[in-house]
């Protein structure tokens, strides 16, 4: 078993790689766009209740419906 040791300088370029790492994201991961800012909905069923949820959740700006469907078809 061999055992490697770090230098100073090693060690060094190390933490100022991890300290420059956030400065490389992106600005839209940050952004109030971001994608952790946002909503997304799959829905499945509507009746009285899923019909009262789309209407509300469309006049949202941080919700994207991704899909729906419904079962019964009345």
């Known amino acids: 078993m061999t ?5 100073r ?3 060094l370029r190390a933490a100022a790689a991890s300290l420059a790492a956030p400065l490389i994201v992106p600005a839209r991961v940050f952004s109030q766009n971001a994608p952790s800012n946002r909503i997304v909905v799959g829905q499945i069923g509507f009746g009285w ?17 991704l899909g ?5 078809s009345d």
Do not use: A
């Open 68 to 72: 729906v469907c419904d079962i019964k």
């Open 3 to 7: 055992s490697t040791l770090l230098t």
């Open 9 to 11: 300088r090693q060690t």
């Open 49 to 65: 209740i899923g019909e009262n949820h789309i209407s509300t959740l469309l006049g949202r700006q941080d919700v994207t419906f």
